[in-house]
Every structure is written in C-alpha cells, then in structure tokens.
C-alpha cells in the first residue's frame, strides 16, 4: 500500500464492505429522478429515436472521460473533493470548495422534492385518491372554484400540497403539513447516514435495485393499457430533421452531464474509500452505460402509460361531444359510439348545422393530448397522478411509483450529502469538543440543512426551488467539471495520471481516453458552457406563477422576476464558482510573501523524506 | 241521454285535456332522460310501455310519500314526447281536481326527497336517470377524523426514530464494551507485546514476535 497519501491521524478510512456496495451506490448516485422525468420528456420533444444519437455522443465524449477521472482521482488520492484538488494543485484548491458549496445547495432542494414524493406517497394510502375528486366548499353547495376552473390534480399540487402564493413577493406562511414531511425526509437520509458508508452501503442494496423493480413492473402494466402503443410510436418514432437544431446538442449534453452527477465531489468521495488496486476504468464505464440504459428503460413504461393518458383524455373528449350530440337529438343511448362518431357527426351537421354549431363541440385530437408534454415535478406530480386515476387499482400504482421515486431522490441524496461531508471531515472541521456521538458532522449538516430548506416550505417554495434548480444545479458545474479536467489533463499532467491509473488498474490508459482527456472533452464541456450562458442570457429571466385571480386561469401567469429576486440568481450561480478564483489568488498571496500554508492538507515539503524508499508493499 | 253525451264528451276530452296539460317546456314540467345502455350495459332491460307505468307509480309513490295527506295514483303522472333517447316530459296533477297542476317546487321537493328510491327502483342512479333541473345534492365528502396520511406519516416517522434511537444506544453500547475492554486488569501479555506495548509504553509499528525471548520456541 503506497504510504504517500495518507489521510493523516492515525485513523483508517472506512471501506466499502464489497466491490456491490460501492457501484450500487455510485449507480444509485447517478440514477435519479431526472432519469424518470426528464430524459422522456427530452425524447419526447426533440424527435423521440433521433435524440439518442447527440445522446450517446454526449456520452460517449464527455460523460465517461469525466467520469473515468472523477473515479480515478477520488480513487488514487483517497480523499474527498477538497483534499484531492488541494494535492493536484494547491491553486486549484477552489474547485474543491466549490464542488462543496454546490452540493450543499443542491442537497437544500433536492430532499425538498424528497419531502414532496413523501407527502404524495402518505396520500396515496387513500380510497379514493385526493387528487382524483374537487373537495366541496365550505357551506356543501358545490365544488371548490378553484379546483372546477382548473383540474382537481392541478388543484391537488398547487393548493393542497404547495398552497402556493401568486407571486414571489408574497411569501406566505410555513406549510405545516410540508415541515412535516421535510422532517421525514431528512430524518430518514440522516438515519442512513449517521454511521457513513457503513450504513449507506445496507441502505443502498434496496434504494439502488427497487426502482428497477417498480419500472419493470410498470412496463408490464403499461404496455397492456390502452394507448400505449400510441405513447410509444409517438415517443421513439424519430424526426431526423431535428438533428440539425443546435439546441437538441446542448440539451443532450446537459442531460448526460447532470445525470451522471459528476462535478458534485460525491463520486470523488466515494471512490476514495476503495482500495487503491481497483480497476477504476471498468467502474466508470459500468455506472455510465448504466445510467443511459435507465434513462432509455424508463422512458418505455413513462410513454406507454402517457400514451394511455392522451387515449383517455381522448376518449373523455369523445364521450362528451357524444353525449351532447345524443341528448340534444335525442338519440337512442349509446348508438353514437367512439367508433363511429365522425359518420354520426358528418351527417348530423349536415342535417341540422345551425343546432351542432350551438353545441359548442370540442375538437378531439389524439395528436393534441400526445403532444401535451411535461417535464420535472409537473409530470410526476400533475401528469403521472392523472393517468394514475384511471388504472385500476390506483392506490397500487401510486404507491409504488412514488416509493421508486422516493428511492431514487434517496440514493441520489447520499452522493450530494457525501461531496459535503467527506471534504469536511478531511479538513478536520469537526471541533474536538463535541462530546458523543449524537452530535457528530452528520447530526450538524443534516439539521442545519434542514432548517435552511424550510424557505421551500413556505408558500412561495416552489418558486424558489425553482431558482436553485435552474441557477444552482446548472451553470456552477459546467465550470466546476471545467476546471477538474483542465487541471487533470494539463496541471496535474497526463502522463502522471496515465502513471497513478497504470498502479491502479494495471494498464495504461488507451489512446481513446487521452484524446478526450486533453481535446474532446475540455472543448465540449467549453462549448456546451457558452451555449448554455447564451441561451440562458437571451431568455428573459421570468417564471410561471399560479394565480386563481388571473384572467387567462387555469394558465400559469408568467411573470418577471423581481429585482432583488434576480440579484439572489446571480449569486447562487457565481458565489460556489467564485471560490476557484479566490482560493487561486490566496494560495498566490501566500506563496509571494514566503509563508507555507496553514493549510494541515499542504503538502510541507520535508528535506528529510526520500522517495525512493518509501515502501510499497503490494497487496 | 245528456248525460251520454257528457260522458262521451268526458272520454275525448280528458286525454285531450291531459295532452294540453303535459307538453314540451310545460311550465309545471319536467323532463326526464334516461341512459339504460350506459348504466347496464348489456344488462340494460327494454324501455317499454310497462316500464312507463312503473315511473308513473314510482312518481305517485314519491309524491305520497312527500304529501302525506293526499292519495296520488298513477293516472295523476302524465307522460308525454317520448323519444328513443329515452327522454320524456311528466307532469303531475292533483288527485283532487285532475285539471289542476302541483307547482314544479313541490314536484321538486317530492323528488329530491325520493330520489335514492327511484334510482333504485329503475337499478340507475343520479347520473343516468336524469331529471331536467333537479340537481342531485353532492355526496358529502367522507372526513375521517384523522386524516389517513398523517396515519402513515405516523408509521414512518415512528420506525425511523426507533431506528435512530437504536443505532445511537448500540454505538453507545460498543462504546462503553471498548472503555470496559481497555480497564480490564490480566490481559494476556502476549497481546500487549503484539500490539507494541513495551513498559506501559505505546510503540509504533508492529512488534517483531521472531525476537521475543519466549522459551517456549526454543527448546536447547
């Protein structure tokens, strides 16, 4: 074992149990929501089979080079993000920092969706499900104004769940019902969290295979609805001329990136408790092709039950024209079927054009409600809960699905958790003075993130979510992934990387992964970095706001953000990245005056210590 | 023979009279449409003449029921504009003077009263046999007294404070087992050396057993 990196102390680092725990977890990590509810929706838009093509690309160039150097370092290094761009560089010690900072953010409203998912699961326990039925007002004459004028599941999310405010600058109360899931949440993150990998590596065995599970179960439900077949035409049949459309390449490259979680220092800290003779190489090729294969395996069960949605949502359409058309002509019940309502119309309006008009009959389109697309928080929560209603047994499917989604947000949690607490135990940030063990690292972040997080609980939260997903989880690590291979590739040096990955996994790296490492990768990542700045920057910064009093309801009222508001997206997207500059300039400061660092991960340059007999004893 | 000729008169002119009464949009009306194929699908039964005669006794039985003095029958529901839909218009008359109408209200409020037993009667319900204006009364929501997902919200959050609370006293536990373990007075001596304990001193590294001056390894 090579004494040169040590994690100082005394102490051992912990290690993973078996070669399972470790990739479940890091498969876990990268599998997430996103897989489920944004992957479709991207298929869905950008010509269904022909997004697979920029997809794979994507992959292929950018997310496993990242991947493979992320695993490797974090590997050979054995420390969590800060300490091992500490040793690559001590100016490059920032993005350590950053990758910290990101993660606690993203750790802030990642367990809020967690709290959301949770909320739903409690209320899937119920015959029948609140979402499938308005609520009466109070004095029983009908039905809640809101809910008729919108939909009872829309009504279900933004009153009873969020109880959302119309704007931003009206910050409501705390939900209490929301506090109290959020508390669930955390709770149960922190309980598979307090002992580290120890526990984390249990919890995964059920949090990283269940949804598998839960998907293969759906597939099979799915595919026998009806309109599933549709769904899944209109999701895979593929539209080559979209391939020319620039925006189809950036998205896929952000998709690839964020769903392989890399930049966010957790894969780092997780490889850091493998032993050093691991083949790093297959590990990382193994969690990205996983990563893509879930992604396209989810898509298949999501579209077929869409599908089956846009076929009700159809029928319910038909079905009210008809029932129109058969009590204003009085037609014998059912002789105006779905089948062949367009003969009985055709000759209808023929006949009698002046009454058909009157009727105000809606157009039914199956093309229309396939096209009604969803993404994020509005596909599980509005869109799944719809299509959920009219399966039979719809208890059962919602359960499971919100448990899979539950699961997935879970494993995902421990990678975000790990890039924030793996760094600080290594910089030895714990005071000694804490007495026990219940007031440990875990027990502090994990509160303290807590508190933080109750901002989302307020009657505004989701909007505020929002921001931090679109400014938080976006633009920081597409600089921070910047940096690491740029001071991989070219600080640290190829060749020695090529050496540390020849110790660990017995052969040098091919000329494919060199290629990537020095050109394809930095390029892309550069390229994909100015696109999304420049996209985002001709965007005008607004949001969709839920306001029963809007004339156009139940549309969302999109609004500008306010001023202030503003300001805050601005720092959320700079103040992580700013460490990398700022660290830069202190550690340069430093070294100009002459003072060593008091920096305990510095390497001190001792006179006296000779490397050629330092003693590997290989295991 | 005058009172023939009345009796003549009486036979034509009652149905006729009875046709002026009920009519479409009659102001005292109501019209009624009912959906068989679409509550019993292939068990729907035929909409026939004999089914007519069962609505007008099912309405003389709620109007009874509802006034409760007066003796309704079924010659006092009078049906017409029948279509295939089924769709017809009813009105009802007093049974004490058969040119006369009882107000819509009262008609509504007999219904509303029997309105379950109706629907039961023709095996349809609110939503299938439908009277023109009357609306059904919303089913009133059912309120648990609490509410099931806080039940859930219970269970879970119940199992993971046990769980915390268990992990918690078991380090605590291997805590207290390491600190009694290290006190423990006659520890073999051999381990001590093992683990570099040389005088009560802590020594770094791991001790050498190939130089121990155990005389039980050599035997001279």
Redesign the interface.
Known sequence: MCFRSDTGGGEERPKWNNKAEYLLTCIGFAVGVGNVWRFPYLCQIYGGGAFLIPYLIALVFQGLPLLYLELAIGQRLRMGSIGVWNSISPYLGGVGVASMLVSFCVSLFYNTIVAWV??Y???S??EPLPWSQC??NHN????VEECVESTPVNYFWYRQTLNITPNMETSGSLQWWMV??L??AW??V??CF??GIE?IGKAVYVTATFPYLVLTIFLVRALTLPGAYEGLIYLFTPDWEILKNPQVWLDAATQIFFSLSVAFGGLISFSSYNSQKNNCEKDAVLVGVINSATSIYASIPIFAILGFKAHTNYVTCLNGNILAL??EF?????NITVENYEQWFDSLNGTHPSRVSDLKLKTCDLQTFLDQSASGTGLAFIVFTEAVISMPGSQVWAVLFFIMLFSLGLSSMFGNLEGILTPLHDLKLVPKWMP???FTGETIICLLLFLMALIFCLGSGNYWLEIFNSYVGSVPFLIIAFFEIIAVAYIYGIGRFSDDLEFMTGHRPNIFWKVCWLVISPLMLFVVLVAYVAVQAQTPPTYAAWNPDYVNFPNTEVLPYPDWVFAICVLLSSVPVISIPLVAIYRLICCMSGRHSKDSLHNNPNPYANEDYVVELLL | MLVWILFLLCQVGAPALAQDLCQRDAPNGYKVRISLKTALGEDAYEWNQSEMFFFQATMAFAMRRHFQMETYNVDNIILCVQTSRVSFWFVVTSPDNTTMLIPKADVEKAVRMSRHRINNAFLLSDRTLEFLGIYPTLAAPVNPDTPPWLIVFGVVIGAVCAGIIALLVSSLLQKRRKEKGMTEDGQDEEDMQVKGVENGINLDGTYNRGFTDDDRFTKL
Do not use: C
Request: charged letters at 10%; zero cysteines; aromatic letters at 14%.
């Open positions: 949770l909320w699961l409690f209320n326990f119920q609520p009466l029983n004459t009908g039905y109290v899931s508390a669930t709770s149960i922190y309980i307090v002992r526990t058969t009590n009085d037609i014998s019940d059912m026990n063990e219940l």
